[in-house]
């Protein structure tokens, strides 16, 4: 069913219809969403941050442990490359298709420019770089933090006023379990698809699991299962249809070809 090398020049019809028809659709958005606004992706050639850094000495809990002002460097320069650039005409794009239908968005990304976009995230299944607590005792911190504009490769992790634990990003590593509640409204926004509904599928390489078993549980109710990537990934196999391009080219041309069909 996959339809390969689709190019978003060339917006399949059935991809216009899909989404057209649809009543409802989810979105599941990986590091690729944010690529264009300047956000690095995880594991892409050249611009992922982990062909410099490995990701075992970065992303885990045992990182942590062992060194955390090496990580919190890490994760203190990202949130200020964060906090510099703006939602893509992608982020967008699916704003406006929240105007024109019910979406409900799925993001393993950690950034806000879903939100800044003007979209409602329904799920940041590994949660927010922003949302700071502590590693020891679990408290919120909501103090203003120095970010490095430049990488760092060690920076001491503010304190918890509480317990006087190192604060620690608020993300999900791997080994870790997700939060409860966004895993909980992923799976109610994919158990309220019906046939004829959609999941667009953008920007994910497909590797990490639970998020990489989404979209063949959108595919399990009955969803029309489209890959927005411009490269083949693990489950480009799984899905209906495949657009070959970057989010800020495909979804701008796909949400504006449903605009204009639905005048
Ligand atoms: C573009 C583009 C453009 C580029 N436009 N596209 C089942 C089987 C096997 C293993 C497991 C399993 N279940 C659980 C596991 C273990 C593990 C796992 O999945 N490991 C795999 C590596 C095999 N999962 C976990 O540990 C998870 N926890 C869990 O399951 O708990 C229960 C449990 C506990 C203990 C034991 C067992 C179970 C937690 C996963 C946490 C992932 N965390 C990270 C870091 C977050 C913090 C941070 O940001 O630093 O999340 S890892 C990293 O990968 C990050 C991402 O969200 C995630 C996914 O990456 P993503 O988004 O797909 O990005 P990339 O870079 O991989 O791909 C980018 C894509 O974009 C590419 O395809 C490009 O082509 C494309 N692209 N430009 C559109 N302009």
New binding site residues.
């Given amino acids: 069913m996959t339809t390969p090398e689709t190019t978003a020049d060339a917006l399949p019809e059935e991809v216009v219809a899909a989404v057209r028809g649809a009543r409802r659709v989810l979105v599941l958005?990986?590091?690729?969403?944010?690529?264009?606004s300047g956000v690095p992706?995880?594991?892409?050639a050249q611009?992922?941050?982990?062909e410099e850094f490995d990701?075992a000495q970065?992303?885990t809990a045992e990182a942590w442990q062992e060194d955390p002002p090496f990580v919190w460097g890490?994760?203190a320069w990202?949130m200020h490359l964060v906090r510099g650039v703006d939602p893509?005409a992608?982020h967008r794009a699916l704003a406006e298709l929240g105007r024109l239908r019910e979406v409900a968005i799925s993001?393993?990304?950690?950034d806000d420019l879903h939100e800044r976009a003007g979209s409602d995230v329904a799920a940041h299944?590994?949660?927010s770089?922003f949302a700071l607590r502590c590693a020891d005792c679990g408290v919120p911190y909501a103090q203003e933090v120095d970010l490095p504009s430049e990488p760092q490769e060690r920076l001491t992790p503010p304190e918890c006023p509480a317990c006087g634990g190192h604060v620690r990003?608020g993300?999900?590593?791997?080994?870790?379990?997700?939060p409860e509640a966004d895993v909980a409204a992923t799976e109610s926004a994919i158990d309220a698809l019906e046939p004829g509904d959609v999941a667009l599928v953008?920007?994910?390489?497909?590797?990490?699991?639970?998020?990489?078993?989404y979209p063949a549980m959108a595919r399990a109710e009955g969803a029309t299962v489209i890959e927005?990537?411009?490269?083949?990934?693990d489950i480009s196999d799984m899905c209906h249809h495949v657009v070959r391009?970057?989010?800020?080219?495909?979804l701008p041309a796909l949400v504006a070809a449903v605009r204009d069909a639905d005048r």
Avoid: C, K
């Fill in positions: 958005s990986g590091a690729g969403m944010s690529a264009e992706t995880f594991r892409d611009t992922g941050l982990w990701p970065l992303a890490w994760y990202r893509n992608g993001t393993q990304n950690v299944v590994h949660g770089l990003p993300v999900v590593w791997f080994g870790e379990m997700l953008v920007g994910t390489s497909g590797i990490v699991f639970p998020a990489a078993g927005i990537n411009p490269l083949e990934t391009g970057t989010a800020a080219e495909v």
